[in-house]
């Protein structure tokens, strides 16, 4: 026999258990940089605390594994079940989004605990069972839940951390100057073009059916939209100006005195934006970030230009791979291999609703992805906060229109006659 090309079911078990670990690791090392009274602050509704994240990664291999497939598993806290649900209506009572920074208890140690222990039972879930199709899937899933929760863990750390009156920085290292951006575009001619995922691999119940759809002659800026081209659109009165805006984003910007992107403040004539590196002078070639949709396609009417369709930028992004600059984490993930195609999610006009034939993952993680398909907009092309080997050009994100303390930016469109 031979054995180099012998594969048995425990060698593949326990690569499943060394991923585990190693995501389960990271989102650990994530919150080394901060201090524990980070860990329970919650400034704002879309915001969660550091706590809360750790809590509720653990609960979804608690809940969705070792209570549903080890008969003899005794819960670290049978409360922990209500409170780190996110929003499972099927699994019961959970607490409110907005709710979840009033709670001092568990204390961060304990949450630590609890994810020591439910890591410890999972290990033995993997080492003493032989995984069915099912169990497997639920903890790839898993994994890629709590990556998903890594980079929400950046976006809401440096919210918080931006929130204080005393200087903060999450890191300590200086960003070096942004290279200039490469302009010009790409263009794409009309026809069907296969669109969702279609290969092997994870891939959310979102991103599928793979299926065919027709697109017109359009093209696509090779460079993302960067702070210096913001800035002019702000100097020429652009956020007092209705005409470039949607009636409701108007309405935003006015309720909300909206005058600058989030993180932007202009000091002593001089503006800076604050970074996970702290506050520093705004990086006229750095790209832009923290965008909304509506400011994102004010600017883009500003232009007289679109944004991309979420299928236009798919195409792009499968088929025109290039260099683009760096956000203010890159030097947080030195060896992300989707640097290449952009440091921000890139806002499309798309509306976020199911593709044809459609269907949802079955069983417990039925309400995943489909009940959130009403009221948002899809972002494409991942950021330098998304973990590496969790990014595919098919994923697709998305938020709220007002939404903008994630990692947004925008790439601008065109139609060709």
Request: aromatic letters at 14%; charged letters at 15%.
């Amino acid at each position: 026999m031979n054995h180099a090309l012998t594969l048995t079911a425990d060698n593949m078990q326990q690569q499943l258990l060394h991923q585990y670990q190693m995501v389960r690791s990271k989102s650990l090392e994530i919150c080394s940089a901060i201090e524990t009274e980070d860990y329970t602050v919650q400034p704002m509704a879309d915001v969660s605390p550091p706590k809360w994240h750790l809590g509720h990664t653990t609960w979804f291999f608690e809940e969705l594994l070792l209570v549903r497939f080890c008969p003899d598993y005794s819960r670290f806290n049978t409360q922990y079940s209500s409170l780190f649900n996110s929003y499972y209506k099927a699994l019961g009572a959970h607490t409110l989004q907005a709710d979840r920074g009033n709670l001092s208890r568990p204390m961060v140690n304990q949450v630590i605990e609890y994810r020591r222990y439910v890591d410890a039972n999972l290990a033995k879930l993997i080492n003493e069972h032989v995984l069915t199709d099912e169990m497997k899937s639920l903890i790839e899933t898993g994994l890629h839940h709590e990556q998903q929760h890594q980079e929400l863990l950046y976006m809401d750390i440096k919210f918080i951390l931006a929130s204080n009156v005393v200087d903060t920085q999450y890191a300590v290292q200086t960003l070096p100057p942004a290279p200039e951006p490469i302009h010009g575009w790409s263009g794409f001619t009309q026809g069907l073009y296969q669109i969702g995922h279609d290969a092997a691999g994870f891939a959310y119940d979102n991103e599928k059916p793979a299926h065919q759809h027709y697109l017109y002659p359009f093209a696509i800026s090779h460079a993302l939209v960067t702070n210096g081209e913001f800035l002019a659109f702000i100097e020429d009165g652009g956020y007092a100006k209705p005409e470039y805006w949607l009636s409701q984003g108007w309405d935003w910007v006015s309720q909300h005195r909206i005058q600058q992107p989030l993180y932007w403040s202009c000091l002593d004539g001089e503006w800076h934006e604050y970074t996970l590196h702290g506050l520093i002078p705004l990086g006229l070639n750095r790209p832009l970030v923290h965008i909304s949709y509506f400011e994102a396609n004010a600017f883009a009417n500003w232009n007289k230009l679109r944004l991309p369709t979420e299928q236009e930028l798919e195409v792009f992004l499968n088929q025109a791979p290039l260099a683009i600059g760096f956000s203010d984490t890159a030097l947080l993930h030195p060896n992300n291999t989707h640097n290449v195609y952009g440091e921000v999610w890139c806002w499309t006009s798309s509306q976020y609703s199911a593709y044809p034939r459609f269907k949802a993952f079955d069983g417990i993680l039925n309400e995943y992805n489909g009940k959130f398909m009403c009221n948002q907009f899809v972002l494409r092309g991942g950021c330098v906060a998304t973990p590496d080997q969790h990014y595919r050009h098919s994923y697709r994100n998305f938020y709220q229109p007002q939404q903008r303390w994630m990692f947004s930016g925008i790439r601008l469109a065109k139609d060709i006659v």
